[in-house]
Structure formats: structure tokens, C-alpha cells
T-cell receptor
Framework: QSVLTQPPSASGTPGQRVVISCSGS????????VHWYQQLPGAAPKLLIQ???QRPSGVPDRFSGSKSGTSASLAISGLQSEDEAEYYC?????????FGGGTKLTVL | QVQLVQSGAEVKKPGAAVKVSCKVS????????LHWVRQAPGKGLEWMGN????????IYAQKFQGRVTMTVDTSTATAYMELSSLKSEDTAVYYC???????????WGQGTLITVSS
């Protein structure tokens, strides 16, 4: 059971804005940064958002992250079919890394 | 250009051990923390541990304590993850991933499928 809680699924139509949540506690999100990963089918995960809200080079600005207290969110605006993937949040917790259970995003 | 290239898929019998390699290029292995993450079929990501060269310390997830060993060979720029006493539940894709100046798991290897079956 993941210490970071994500909804198992989310969906939207092309062009819509979708938000995926990640809930933790004071020992992880509450005191450490949150990172988000995108995993396309059959591929390795890819860093999408680092340190709560920073996009690594090459990540479109349609993707944005935020954090408040012990929760974080990933927002995807202008949804595209290629955004259909699994999304994971991650954070440090007492010198260990923990991942959320993942959210399967479906573009309808 | 940072690259992590992992060893190929393996099939192991229950009780055996497996050693997965991760050859890095584009940076010096001893300057950035390297993590191992696994993913069972149809399941999420599970952190196994990491080697932190800054502290010269290796930290393992409690679940794998006593069964996993992570090492690095600086002469070949290769990191290794060895998992012993394999069970069917260890069937998974194993990934190595490096930090990049504060970016957690910024670059990933292609993954290595380990199948445990009698």
C-alpha cells in the first residue's frame, strides 16, 4: 500500500484540463518536494515535474504542478491523445523514496 | 548526453539470485545518487533503494533489507543491483535511475525484466 495516495484513474476529452491529486503526510510531502512522472505504455517512466512545480527541459508548459501542505497536484491543460499514460507522484520520506500508486489517464 | 543502459532480461528459479547491471555515460557515476525501482506486471513503481556517493552510503527499502545489495564499479561506470532468495513475486521490470542535481530520478534505464519461475 502506497503512502502517497492517488486516484486510480482520471479521464478527459481533448482540449480539456485534468487535475491529478497526490495526498501524503507531514513526513513526506509536508516536508519534502514532490516530483511527477509520466509512464507511457511499455516505456520507462519520464520525469515530468520536479521540485513541486518545475518542468525539466523539453516538457511542454501544458503540464504544471503545485503543492499545498501535505498534498500536491498535477494539472494537464489542453489535453492531447498522447497524454494518455500512467502518472506517478513521488517524494522523500525519512531518507527513503515513496511513490504514489499511480493514476491511469484516459483521453476519451 | 546522460544514458543508462541496463543488462538484458533473465529467467530465474525460485531461491536463486539475480544481478542486474546499469552502465552509465554522460556523467561520473560517483557524483550523483543512483536509485533502483521495480515494477511488477500491471502494478505501480516501487523504490528499492539508492546509492548516495555524497555520503558514500547505500540505503535500502525496509522490504528488501537482507535480500538486496547495490554496488558500483567506478572503473567501468557500472552500477549493480543483486537480489537474492528470489520468489515469484519478484517478477518485475527493474529500473535504475539517476538523480540530476536535485532532480529525483531524472534519467532512467530502459528496464530489465526479471522473471522468477520454476
Amino acid at each position: 500500500q502506497s503512502v502517497l495516495t492517488q486516484p486510480p484513474s482520471a479521464s478527459g476529452t481533448p482540449g480539456q484540463r485534468v487535475v491529478i491529486s497526490c495526498s501524503g503526510s507531514s513526513s513526506n510531502i509536508g516536508s519534502n518536494a514532490v516530483h511527477w512522472y509520466q509512464q507511457l505504455p511499455g516505456a520507462a517512466p519520464k520525469l515530468l515535474i520536479q521540485k513541486n512545480n518545475q518542468r525539466p527541459s523539453g516538457v511542454p508548459d501544458r503540464f504544471s504542478g503545485s503543492k499545498s501542505g501535505t498534498s500536491a497536484s498535477l494539472a494537464i491543460s489542453g489535453l492531447q491523445s498522447e497524454d494518455e499514460a500512467e502518472y506517478y507522484c513521488a517524494s522523500w520520506d525519512d531518507s527513503h523514496v515513496i511513490f504514489g500508486g499511480g493514476t491511469k489517464l484516459t483521453v476519451l | 548526453q546522460v544514458q543508462l543502459v541496463q543488462s538484458g532480461a533473465e529467467v530465474k528459479k525460485p531461491g536463486a539470485a539475480v544481478k542486474v547491471s546499469c552502465k552509465v555515460s554522460g556523467y561520473t557515476l560517483t557524483t550523483l545518487s543512483l536509485h533502483w525501482v521495480r515494477q511488477a506486471p500491471g502494478k505501480g513503481l516501487e523504490w528499492m533503494g539508492n546509492f548516495d556517493p555524497e555520503d558514500d552510503e547505500t540505503i535500502y527499502a525496509q522490504k528488501f533489507q537482507g535480500r538486496v545489495t547495490m554496488t558500483v564499479d567506478t572503473s567501468t561506470a557500472t552500477a549493480y543491483m543483486e537480489l537474492s532468495s528470489l520468489k515469484s513475486e519478484d517478477t518485475a521490470v527493474y529500473y535504475c535511475a539517476t538523480e540530476w542535481f536535485g532532480e529525483l530520478c531524472a534519467y532512467w534505464g530502459q528496464g530489465t525484466l526479471i522473471t522468477v519461475s520454476s
